[in-house]
Structures are given as C-alpha cells and as structure tokens.
C-alpha cells in the first residue's frame, strides 16, 4: 500500500484525517511531529484497528534542522523499503501563539516558522519523492482573507515581506500582533500552494498542489495558548451559534479531519491542483481565497524568500523545478 506523511496526523483534525485515510482509503501512514510519545500511541491504535503500517518520525516543523533530520529519515525508510510509496504529503502541523513574541532556534517568529516556513522546506526536500498523481495538501485558514468575517476578527499583515515576518520585533521595533502573524502565515502557505501548482503544471508533473480550510474548529490545538476561559466559551455551544450568525467559517474536528482526507485520496479532487477548498457547516466546498492570495507577482517574492530563509542549497533543490 502507498503511504501518506501527515504532520500534527496524532492530535486535532488530523487524528480524524489520519483514521479516514487508515480506514477508508486503505493508506499506510508517516506520522510527523515533535511528541514521539503520542504518535507512538496514535500508531499502535491505527495498527490495531485498520490494519496498515504506520511510522513515526520525529519533526518539529518551528525548526529548520528538525525538518532536514526528519526527511533524512523519512528518505531512509523508503530507501530500505521500511516504506512505501509516498502518495501524498499533507502539511497540517501549526500553532496560534498567545502572549509575547517568541522566536525559534534559527531566530525566526515562531508562528512563521511553523506554521509555514518549516512545511515549505519540507515540500522541497521530499516533493521529488512523491509518486506521481500524488498530492501535496496544505492546512490553511479563512483568516487570511481580510474580507471576510473571519479575516476582520484578526486582520494580516500584507505590507511586511515573509523575511519581515519572520524577523518581526527585533531591533527594538514593535513586533506585529500574534493575530495577525497567525492570518499572514496561513496567507503565505496558500500563496505558496499556488505558486506551488503553477511550478508544477510548468515542469509536466501530475503531483498536485491544494489548499484547504478547515474552518472554525473547537477542541483542536488553536486555541491551547489562551486562557481557559477562552478555551471554555470558544467550545461551547453559545460561541458556535454566534460565530455562524456573524458569517464565521465553521468547522467540526471530526467532519474537518475527514474533509482533509477527502481532498488528500479522493479522486473525486484529482483536478483540485491550485484551488482552495473549505469546510463550512458540515459542507466540503471549492471556495475563492484572498485576492491577494492570487497575486503572482507576491507569490514569486515569496518563493524566492523563502529559500533564503530556509537556507536551501544547491544540492536540496528538487530536480522537478531544475
């Protein structure tokens, strides 16, 4: 059987996702993320009860060195057969950091960094390792578009560049609100899945390049870093009913995470390359993003960046783009 690499497929909507794609499609699984411990819980309960192999690597996506060991690894495993054919990398890890800004190891916003600089070196080092018709699925977020109701309760910061983002608040400067690092992350992750897409159609490849918006969903990591009290009302039932009365998109952490397998193995969405699809009150539906999510002179830039960010060398450069 093909495998599928998730990152963050142990906990939230990706626990979901990684069932479905256990149970219904009949995937084996690559489980990335920085707590072994869980994954190896999680991987014991998929074996057990869907039969399928499953692996865990150790990837902390915040860390530029974390990603390189771990597709080292992954790279390792299907060298020797201890894994199958890689038919799809879903890029689902993310954070939305609450309090002080906080950088990583290699000196970037740790929002940045997570959420999509780590993923984008993640796509570079493996895309050349995905089969063909394969898929490279990205989480995304509804709060990167600053006309919707979801993008108004956090705003993005669409004047900074990635490199200015990533290295927000340093040099004694006011650092850009958490808010609004978290919306332009989840921005720059869907103006990478585009420009992504595009890349590809122009070298002939068949591996396709989607964005997916989960919605609005409680009992997920999103909201781990605020106030329990926050946490409390963000759940309830109160909080849903008034979120979808002020057009909030709304998501379910099980109907979501089954939405994220079905974009990923469906071939219903064998056309969905560079196109954005969302869940919404229990609703799987292809949906337009931010205009500005389709700027690909922006989009360009940010390619462009983003290797200097990540540090991409000549020799990790993916031969489909060569």
Not at 164 to 171: M, Q, S, V, Y
Not at 274 to 298: A, C, P, T, V
């Amino acid at each position: 059987m093909a495998t599928i690499l998730i990152t963050g497929g142990h906990s939230g909507i990706g626990i979901e996702c990684s069932k479905l794609l256990a149970s219904t499609y009949h995937y084996n699984l690559i489980l990335a993320g920085r707590s072994p411990e869980k994954m190896n819980e999680f991987a014991t309960e998929l074996r057990n009860a869907y039969g399928i192999k499953v692996s865990v690597l150790k990837m902390d996506t915040s860390s530029l060195s974390s990603v390189r060991l771990g597709v080292a690894e992954c790279c390792k495993m299907l060298d020797n057969g201890e894994v199958d054919t890689l038919q799809a990398i879903i890029c689902n890890a993310g954070i939305r950091l609450n309090g002080k800004i906080s950088y990583t190891a290699d000196g970037y916003e740790e929002t940045i960094a997570t959420n999509y600089l780590g993923h984008a070196l993640l796509v570079e080092l493996l895309i050349d390792r995905v089969a063909e018709n394969g898929r490279i699925v990205f989480t995304a977020s509804g709060t990167h578009d600053p006309d919707t109701t979801d993008g108004k309760m956090m705003g993005i910061a669409a004047e900074y560049s990635v490199t200015e983002l990533a290295n927000t608040g340093k040099d004694s400067k006011k650092p850009v609100s958490l808010g609004k690092l978290y919306a332009t992350s989840k921005l720059d992750i869907i103006l990478y899945a585009y420009e992504l897409d595009r890349r590809l159609r122009k070298s002939g490849s068949s591996i396709l390049s989607i964005a997916y918006d989960p919605g609005a969903t409680s009992g997920t990591g999103f909201l781990r870093s605020m106030p329990k009290p926050v946490q409390w009302l963000a759940g309830s039932s109160f909080a849903h009913w008034l979120m979808k009365r002020n057009g909030v998109t709304m998501g379910d952490i099980v109907l979501s995470g089954k939405f994220l397998a079905t974009v990923t193995a469906n071939p219903k969405y064998a056309n969905g390359s560079g196109k954005y699809f969302q869940s919404n009150d229990g609703n799987l539906i292809e949906q337009k993003s931010s205009k500005l999510s389709y700027d690909e002179q922006r989009a360009r830039k940010l390619w462009n960046d983003t290797k200097t960010l990540i540090h991409l060398q000549p020799n990790e450069e993916a031969k489909i783009f060569r």
